[in-house]
């Protein structure tokens, strides 16, 4: 805390005020930034006239916030809410703003189900194969120092091709 503090230019005392602990600002920090992240993802969802519109958008703002903000998205791809102390209401916030993240994509497969257009099945499913796909892409293209944005559409098309309704599945 004390090192925090001196690169926040505060005094470590005034950061008690706010924080009993670093855990509590660490939780702080990650709740703010994922939220940030859920927001943007969401905003861009909306922006989808159409379902499939949507999804793509979701998506593709979701490797922009992972390239702009590669550290956060190095430290989320390695937490685990599950594993945080239940007794810290902030990871439960942290919970919830996540299974927000996951509603957004389950909704816009909903969506694109409702419209024919994505293969029936169960929309957590496909959201969190989704999910899975987005952070394995997004660690594998970090860590090869590809640029994550670039490979939204790359993600789009393979998931959209793995759920689209074929005759084969109807």
């Not at 600002?25 to 943007?40: E, G, I, P």
């Not at 519109?53 to 190095?74: D, M, P, S, T, V």
């Not at 594998?140 to 944005?149: D, F, P």
């Amino acid at each position: 805390m004390d090192r925090i503090a001196e690169e926040a230019e505060y005094a470590p005392g005034t950061i008690y005020l706010y924080f009993k602990d670093k855990d509590a600002l660490y939780s702080a920090l990650f709740a703010r930034k994922l939220t940030q992240m859920v927001d943007l993802v969401e905003a861009a969802a909306k922006a989808g006239a159409e379902p499939l519109e949507g999804l793509h958008n979701a998506i593709r703002a979701q490797f922009e916030f992972n390239e702009r903000n590669r550290e956060f998205f190095e430290v989320f791809s390695r937490h685990r809410v599950k594993e945080q102390p239940p007794r810290a209401e902030e990871w439960k916030t942290i919970g919830e703003t996540i299974d927000r993240h996951h509603g957004v994509l389950r909704r816009l497969v909903e969506k694109g189900q409702r419209a024919k257009l994505i293969r029936p099945g169960d929309p957590q499913a496909f959201a969190s194969a989704l999910v899975g796909v987005i952070l394995h892409m997004s660690r594998e293209m970090e860590r090869q120092g590809v640029h994550l944005n670039k490979e939204a559409d790359f993600v789009f098309e393979l998931f959209l091709k793995g759920a689209q309704r074929t005759p084969s599945f109807p």
